[in-house]
């Protein structure tokens, strides 16, 4: 959890940490939602939330995770073992998509399909960068409806959206809002940046964690994860993963079970020079950057020739290259222009 403007907290929606609301000693299984191929985002969608509702609601189930070491991080001492969170379907082959908070350490998880049905899942892969896991589920081919992945690029803000999930433990519940700001970034479970969240006034609770955030098509443009709440609640503050970061990592996890990022090695702050870009706090030992020489103080400018304006944009950038991957990356120090090369090396876990 993370400290925010006005005394208010950053919080995951569920699964961990405040997002255990349905942490009771013998509570009921869950499930989870799933995601597939993209398509377009288009702003005037058609459909109603119940139209929405009706198509993609067999397709989010309710996740009930026992978790290893007999408690759920910030549950009450003395018995409580179980978190509940939500997900939804990705393909017919078993594959249901929630966040990594909600599976993080368990020692056996339960999906609850709308139909009443529980099956035992096991964990595919997790990606505590982008707060994204998938896991399996040991159910006939008949229960899988998979969702639809749009293209989170093309949201826009003030477009109407929908949120299907769990909250604290009521299955298949319905919440809808809007987009309310593109671009956004939170706080993964391991400490690093995701950008380009979504932040929407949906209603989005304890329990809702790893479920959909859907347009009128009942297209899947993002995963809901985080809520931003002085109560612990829903303010109207909720953020989800973009449809975009989900496509290209849970396809990587499918695959292979494992995702590795490309990782520069340096802290970052905005500038306060003037110079636009992003100015290097520290210089981690051993990193990438401290091999090229990179320095705290540097203000970078741009990567391959592009342009970066700012902390945001340069970690966006590297985002798109993969471990191993040589990017020039240009920076000011003194108020000299300097360019280095850079072979990006992989994030640590």
Not at 23 to 51: I, Y
């Amino acid at each position: 959890m993370k400290t925010a403007a006005g005394a208010s907290a950053i919080v995951l929606a569920a699964g961990a940490g405040a997002a255990t609301y349905a942490v009771v000693a013998d509570s009921s299984d869950a499930p989870a939602v799933a995601a597939v191929t993209a398509s377009p985002v288009t702003e005037t969608s058609g459909g109603t939330v119940s139209d929405v509702y009706d198509r993609a609601n067999d397709s989010v189930v309710e996740i009930t995770v026992t978790l290893d070491g007999g408690s759920a991080p910030g549950a009450p001492g003395g018995g409580a073992s179980q978190a509940q969170g939500s997900g939804f379907v990705y393909d017919t082959s078993g594959h249901v998509v929630t966040n990594a908070h909600v599976v993080e350490n368990a020692s056996s998880i339960q999906v609850r399909f709308p139909s009443g049905q529980t099956y035992d899942a096991t964990v595919v892969g997790v990606d505590a960068s982008t707060d994204l896991a998938v896991i399996d589920v040991d159910a006939p081919s008949s229960a899988f409806t998979p969702l639809t992945l749009a293209d989170s690029s093309a949201l826009q803000v003030g477009q109407e959206v929908v949120a299907i999930g769990s909250p604290f433990g009521l299955e298949n519940t319905v919440t809808s809002g809007i987009v309310s700001a593109l671009d956004r970034s939170m706080e993964a479970p391991n400490g690093y940046t995701i950008n380009g969240a979504i932040q929407t006034d949906a209603a989005i609770n304890h329990g809702n964690s790893g479920g959909p955030l859907l347009d009128l098509e009942g297209r899947v443009v993002g995963v809901n994860s985080q809520i931003e709440s002085d109560s612990g609640g829903n303010d109207g503050v909720g953020f989800a993963v973009p449809s975009n970061t989900v496509k290209s990592i849970v396809s990587q996890l499918v695959a292979g079970g494992t995702v590795e990022h490309a990782y520069l090695g340096v802290g970052l702050t905005q500038t306060q020079s003037g110079v636009a870009g992003a100015e290097v706090s520290e210089v981690r030992s051993g990193a990438p950057a401290a091999a090229a020489g990179l320095q705290a103080g540097d203000v970078i400018t741009s990567v391959d020739g592009d342009s970066v304006a700012s902390v945001q944009e340069l970690q966006s950038a590297i985002e798109t290259r993969k471990p191993g991957d040589t990017v020039k990356i240009g920076f000011d120090r003194d108020g000299a222009d300097r360019t280095v090369s850079v072979e990006l090396g992989t994030r640590p876990s």
